[in-house]
């Protein structure tokens, strides 16, 4: 089956630890996202690349990095230096220069 | 950038009728505009995506309509079913010079009741 995938679908981590989700295409698409979605709120761009080696800062990419080393892979790190990163982060990925995007399952991160 | 409204309050309907859910945004008009499903605690799921020279996109029981002059656009759902029920999430086009950077509004959650 072709998918997105994302892991895990809950996490936990101390305040002050860096923590890395997983997110994982076997669609063939070029172009993949990152955002977050905080209650009552809409989703919000962290990170998107359009090609393999390279990404661009979305609206809100302070305290958060991204790689992009394979087409399938586009692992997002929450680092120490985000604020409030206790929510809900969905990865999609779409045909390059195409419209629809699919989305993955999610992670809720929850930051002790 | 672009603002986009959506309703925020829950929309209750009846089984069977049509339910209308609006989305508007404030700058300029993007090229295309989409829709989308969202689930509890899952990730949303494409369902229109309608162009700045189509008035008008359907999709089975699904109906959506885009007037550039006011910025708005309408989604509708005919005879609906309580399995419609759940989160519909309106996005824009934002114009990267490449690929489909979007902006989505915060949705509005639809209630169909038997």
């Known amino acids: 089956d072709g998918g997105i995938t994302q892991s895990p679908k809950y996490l936990f981590r101390k305040e002050g630890q860096n923590v890395t989700l997983s997110c994982e295409q076997n669609l063939n698409h070029d172009a993949m996202y990152w955002y977050r979605q905080d209650p009552g709120q809409g989703l919000r761009l962290i990170y998107y690349?359009?090609?393999?080696?390279?990404?661009q800062k979305g609206d809100i990419a302070e305290g958060y990095s991204v790689s992009r080393e394979k087409k399938e892979s586009f692992p997002l790190t929450v680092t120490s230096a985000q604020k409030n990163p206790t929510a809900f982060y969905l990865c999609a990925s779409s045909i390059r220069n195409y419209n629809e995007q699919f989305f993955g399952p999610g992670t809720r991160l929850t930051v002790l | 950038s672009q603002k986009i409204e959506q309703n925020s309050e829950a929309l209750n309907i009846q089984e069977g009728k049509t339910a209308t859910l609006t989305c508007n945004y404030t700058?300029?008009?993007?090229?295309?505009l989409q829709w989308y499903r969202q689930d509890p605690g899952r990730g949303p799921v494409f369902l229109l995506l309608?162009?700045?020279?189509?008035k008008e996109k359907r999709k089975e029981r699904l109906k959506v309509t885009f007037d550039t002059t006011l910025k708005q656009s309408l989604f509708h759902i005919t005879a609906s079913q309580p399995a419609d029920s759940a989160t519909y999430l309106c996005?824009?086009?934002?114009?990267?010079?490449?690929?489909?950077?979007?902006?989505f509004g915060t949705g509005t959650q639809l209630k169909v009741e038997l």
């Open positions: 996005a824009l086009e934002e114009p990267t010079g490449g690929g489909n950077k979007l902006t």
């Open positions: 309608i162009r700045e020279n189509e």
């Open positions: 700058n300029y008009s993007p090229a295309y």
């Open positions: 690349s359009q090609i393999v080696n390279d990404f």
